[in-house]
């Protein structure tokens, strides 16, 4: 079966579809173990961003209200500092967040759901940015969608060190 066979058929909402950027998988691994590559310090940094980044968390708070703070370090020696402030989260279902620097947590807002499937995992990372030149600009000047595909064929490599 393939990942688009699971995709639901209402991902996009019309009022932000020109503003969203939707990135599923579907990954060979339970759930519960891909949710904890997201929200456990001891994994993260181990696989997030694209490649050639690596990671640098400050502080991890995986609770509503909390936030994940980390720095970004490129390829080019260029950092970019993040800040993910958690609005829900719902263990191993769903995150939502916003997602921003570290003084503006409101760039975009995500939402990631875990959706078992057979013992796998169909993952859907859905963003939605304030415009659509916003949008176009993280698309266009940093590879956003295809950065998001690294990220997630770096979980997918890491995934079996964690079972």
Do not use: C
Request: net charge negative.
């Amino acid at each position: 079966m393939s990942a688009s066979q699971f995709a639901p058929a209402a991902d996009k909402n019309p009022d932000t579809a020109d503003r969203e950027i939707i990135i599923t998988r579907l990954i060979a691994a339970p759930r519960d173990l891909v949710f904890a590559a997201f929200t456990d310090i001891r994994h993260v940094d181990k696989w997030w961003g694209p490649e050639g980044f690596t990671n640098e968390t400050k502080s991890m708070d995986v609770r509503e209200g909390r936030d994940w703070i980390y720095i970004m370090h490129g390829a080019d020696g260029i950092d970019f500092e993040n800040k993910v402030h958690y609005l829900e989260v719902k263990r191993p279902e769903r995150l939502v967040y916003d997602h921003g620097d570290w003084q503006d947590q409101g760039v975009f807002h995500v939402t990631l759901t875990f959706e078992e499937v057979h013992g796998k995992t169909f993952l859907t990372m859905k963003s939605v940015f304030s415009t659509a030149e916003q949008r176009a600009m993280v698309v266009e000047k940093y590879h956003a969608i295809e950065g998001g595909n690294q990220t997630l064929d770096r979980l997918e490599g890491y995934l079996p060190t964690m079972a």
